[in-house]
């Protein structure tokens, strides 16, 4: 596996099922993003990692929680979302302030 | 001031022609500025990028130009073909210094190459 591989590619959830993505990197990196992309909007930054740390939460709602376990991995853990919540969620990796920003393919994500 | 505006929304060109997608931002700290090509299904990849010390920089068909005065930067695609047809982003971040990126994106322009 090379790059940045996201899992699953597509997730149906109902709004009181609690799912995680899941986020792998194999570039050696040490930050990983989350952003959210919706239809007709700009990338939305959800979350930063730096060497394992949160640094960055952009006034995400608490229904999203996210995880970095190591350097390589990083999840979002999803319960009780909305509706609005459907949209395609990006995973993204760097080597510091943004040598080498490398995207996931996304998992498309449908809230019903 | 994090904001970057891009123009227009959807584009489409002729095979053969040339596609102009337009970025303007406010924060002068940004300090790179790159381009992305998402196609259906896939994340966003980066096609080419730019520092704002220099003008313009090119990569085969790609061309950035780039004027810090007015706070502009743009993305030339000559000889557009079939293939190029995706959604383009600009970005910028502050990359200097920093132990992480945060990309500020603009809202995406969709070129469509017609044969």
């Known amino acids: 596996e090379t790059g940045v591989t996201q899992t699953p590619r597509h997730l149906v959830m109902g709004m009181t099922n609690k799912k995680s993505l899941k986020c792998e990197q194999h570039l050696g990196h040490n930050a990983m993003y989350w952003y959210k992309q919706s239809a007709k909007k700009p990338l939305e930054l959800m979350f930063v990692?730096?060497?394992?740390?949160?640094?960055e939460n952009n006034s995400v709602p608490s229904r999203f929680s996210p995880e970095c376990p190591n350097s390589s991995h990083l999840f979002l853990h999803l319960h009780t979302l909305q509706p609005e919540d459907s949209a395609l969620y990006l995973c993204a990796s760097s080597q510091g302030g943004g040598h080498g920003y490398t995207f996931g393919s996304g998992t498309r994500l449908t809230v019903v | 001031q994090q904001q970057v505006k891009q123009s227009p929304q959807s584009l489409i060109v002729q095979k053969g022609g040339i596609s102009i997608i337009n970025c303007a931002y406010e924060n002068t700290a940004f300090d790179y500025f790159p381009w992305y090509q998402q196609f259906p299904g896939k994340g966003p990849a980066l096609l080419i990028a730019i520092r704002p010390d220099v003008s313009e920089k090119k990569e085969g068909r790609f061309t950035i130009s780039f004027n810090k005065s007015a706070k502009q930067f743009s993305l030339h695609i000559m000889d557009s073909q079939p293939g190029d047809s995706a959604t383009y982003f600009c970005a910028a971040t502050v990359r200097g210094g920093t132990s992480y990126g945060k990309l500020t994106f603009g809202q995406g322009t969709i070129l469509t190459v017609h044969p």
């Open positions: 990692y730096s060497l394992e740390e949160r640094v």
